[in-house]
């Protein structure tokens, strides 16, 4: 029989498999999962998001207020990056689990001190698209007139922005 050509992994066989082939670069959050790994159980992926820079951020609102400039959309990468970005500064600012404020399809953080919930949907949410976000968490629109026009979705008794919106980015 002929014999078998073995060969080395490019990297440990505990990284996901693109990150074994240089399909994610060094600094991609998927990089990242090969430490998370060994805590989320055999066979599982965790995700474990980087933390988005100053720089990064303030470049992708700039992007974001280019487009607006323009009268064009922003890009996704632009948009998606803004709004992380400003969620993580939220969760920066009132660091918690009592509160889920989602913007869908871009991100969620769990935020505000509080009772912690642990399984299923949390008690306290608030979801709104991503121009909603943008404009409150830069204060150009005010929580009370995002919820008075509708615009949000919040449930629960925690469910309030007020006080940790604008943000300073």
Not at 65 to 74: G, K, L, V
Not at 82 to 97: D, I
Not at 136 to 161: I, K
Request: with cysteine; net charge positive.
């Amino acid at each position: 029989a002929p014999a078998r050509r073995s060969r080395a992994p490019e990297s440990s066989p505990d990284q996901p498999t693109g990150a074994r082939h240089g399909l994610f670069g060094a600094g991609s959050a998927v990089a990242g999962l090969a430490a998370a790994r060994g805590s989320a159980g055999p066979g599982s992926v965790a995700f474990v998001p980087r933390k988005i820079t100053s720089d990064e951020g303030r470049a992708a609102l700039h992007g974001v207020d280019a487009a607006a400039e323009a009268s064009i959309a922003p890009s996704r990468a632009d948009l998606g990056m803004a709004v992380r970005y400003l969620l993580q500064l939220l969760a920066e600012r009132a660091p918690g689990n009592t509160l889920e404020v989602r913007v869908p399809p871009f991100g969620a953080v769990q935020c505000v001190p509080g009772p912690r919930h642990t399984r299923g949907t949390p008690p306290n949410v608030v979801e709104m698209d991503a121009a909603t976000w943008l404009a409150l968490a830069r204060g150009t629109e005010t929580w009370d007139d995002v919820v008075a026009a509708g615009r949000v979705q919040a449930s629960g008794t925690r469910a309030d922005l007020a006080g940790l919106v604008p943000l300073r980015p």
